[in-house]
């Protein structure tokens, strides 16, 4: 199940659907598959959908190491920065297509994780862009979409 949707397949732009808590072993099983989804493809970033489910999850690792990888359960964006900045941005479902797209330079998530703990963070720069990013997907949105 670790084969990475490709645009123009329709199911990335389906929005996302809540995640019942606590999460049951079928999403257990996804997470740690996408999780090596996102590592066996080198990405920084995978949302649930890019690997075919509906499910509001996506994990990010943004270390250098490789070895940190975070879980986002039912991610929402509560605040963000006013400041934007405009980047290029590759994606794993569109492969070999690039995209200038400009984002909020922070911005502050909440969202439960693997434990069924209610979280929040304010992320910048890389991180935020790659949350934001991931909750495109999310919302059915690819970087593409913004050319």
């Known amino acids: ?4 949707v490709k645009y123009p397949d329709e199911f990335l732009h389906k929005p996302a659907e809540e995640v ?3 999460l049951d072993e079928d999403h257990k099983v996804l997470i ?4 090596k989804a996102m590592y066996k493809n080198n ?3 995978l949302a649930a959908n890019q690997i075919g489910s509906s499910s509001k999850i996506f994990v990010m690792d943004v270390s250098n190491e490789k070895n940190n990888p975070q879980v986002f359960i039912n ?3 509560k605040k963000e920065a006013k400041e934007k900045l405009t980047d290029e941005e590759g994606c794993l ?8 797209v400009r984002r909020p330079m922070y911005v502050g998530l909440e969202w439960t994780c693997q434990h069924g703990k209610l ?5 910048y720069h890389l991180p935020a862009r790659v949350v934001q990013h991931e909750m495109d997907h999310l919302n059915g949105k690819l970087c593409i979409d913004y050319g």
């Open 1 to 4: 199940m670790d084969d990475i």
């Open 20 to 22: 019942w808590l606590p």
């Open 32 to 35: 740690k598959n996408m999780v």
């Open 43 to 45: 990405g920084i970033g």
């Open 75 to 77: 991610p929402k964006i």
């Open 93 to 100: 479902s569109c492969p070999g297509k690039l995209a200038d």
């Open 119 to 123: 979280q929040y963070k304010t992320f």
